[in-house]
């Protein structure tokens, strides 16, 4: 069993930066799958970036040149650099980890506000 758990949201300008954390419970494994996705109000949870092993990382089309994905699985923790935030970007944000194809894992997520 893994628990995960956000931190570092908050509300920012458009323009800023704010870097999420999340923090597993257990031992990350280097073989478990990590993502973060966000969810709008009355939108669809949807896929913000993946990274597989250390380095094989997708990010979706609206974010990518603006946020960075990374883990540290020695520390059991993963991160989310967001630079230039926009608006829409606002969300609440989740993160996930997959592992063993079936195993899902979520955290209780985290809001990210964008002020225009």
């Known amino acids: 069993q893994v628990q995960l758990v956000e931190s570092g949201g908050g509300l920012v300008q458009s323009g800023g930066s704010l870097r999420l954390s999340c923090a597993a419970s257990?031992?990350?494994?280097?073989?478990?799958?990590m993502a973060w996705y966000r969810q709008a109000p009355g939108e669809q949870r949807e896929l913000v970036a993946r990274?597989?092993?250390?380095?094989?990382?997708n990010y979706a089309a609206s974010v990518k040149g603006r946020f960075t994905m990374s883990r540290d699985n020695g520390a059991n923790t993963m991160f989310l650099q967001m630079n230039n935030l926009k608006p829409e970007d606002t969300a609440v944000y989740y993160c996930?980890?997959?592992?063993?194809?079936?195993?899902?894992?979520w955290g209780q997520g985290t809001q990210v506000t964008v002020s225009s």
């Open positions: 257990g031992r990350i494994l280097s073989s478990d799958t």
């Open positions: 996930n980890l997959v592992r063993l194809l079936h195993l899902q894992y």
């Open positions: 990274i597989t092993g250390s380095t094989d990382t």
